[in-house]
């Protein structure tokens, strides 16, 4: 009951640890759906048959442009169980370190990353001050012979050195972070002069729906809750609205390159999906479980799920909701 009553508290909290613990509760249920190690949205087109299919086609939308074909030194954060990092160290052969960085050590952990000594110089770990727990963890790479770590730490204060990396990267992620402006900020300084960050991120798109300042006031916050109705609980994330995002970019020493809004191909199809296969996920999730009170639990949980996803669609066609890639270098 207290778990229960802690994760229904995390919607509200909404705070670093508030995250993890969602993320921790209902992660391992979104892995038993989907059969992959990836916790995102996915991108949808006409042929796309499974939410695998379109988490993979996300991945393969992000990595095309953050130009990974060029990269050396990448760095994933929020990385979750590393999924997209795998894929994308599948596909691009010329990576020497793909680094996933992720608050959550659980599911660092969870990850295939596997458990051999690693190889990762730790030279480049500037900041010993930071409370970061750097594993020891090495996965065998692609034909170049690259290596992926894992590294748990927060987005807004990385443990790496001056102009580290040449691309960051954060795959529906960023709207977690504490504070956005800070992750951006640090970004500016781990990458290289003429690095890339690519952000994939949910958005609001009505300005009239959020404040445009970095801290909400309390009435950008009931407007807020006006306008997502039940998504402004559920939608356990910040609520950023689209310029405001570009304008924190822009002022921090970066130059917007690309913005490509697809969320027409990620909340529309995805509801439609969820629908269609409803009982079928009912039942997974519910054959899951022996116990009275767990099937309750979990059968209110999944009735909200699917009030939230009709509402999600909804907003998606109203035009007050959008999913946006954004492509920025570091001057």
Sequence with gaps: MRNSINTLLSFVRRDERAVVNLYQVFSSYARLLTGTNMINFGFWTHETKSIKQAQLALCTLTGKLSELDS???????????????????LEYKYIDNLICIDINYQALKMSRVTN???TYDRKLLMRSSVETNITNNKYTTNHSGATMSIVNATATCLPFADSFADRIIALESAQHFKSFLKFIQESHRVLKKGGLIVIAIPVVTRPNAIGM????????????????????LTWASEHYELDQIKSIISQEHFVI???ICIGQSVYVPLTDFYVQDRKEFRSIIMDKHSSFLKKLALDIAERIVHRSALKMKQL?????IDYVLIKAINK
């Design 71 to 89: 990269a050396k030194k990448v760095i994933d954060i929020g990385s979750g169980f590393s999924g997209p990092a795998e894929q994308w160290n």
């Design 116 to 118: 051999s000594r690693s």
């Design 257 to 259: 390159k690309d913005i």
């Design 213 to 232: 300042s970095c801290k909400n006031t309390i009435f950008d916050s009931l407007r807020n809750v006006r306008v997502l109705g039940i998504l402004s």
């Design 316 to 320: 998606s066609l109203s035009a007050n």
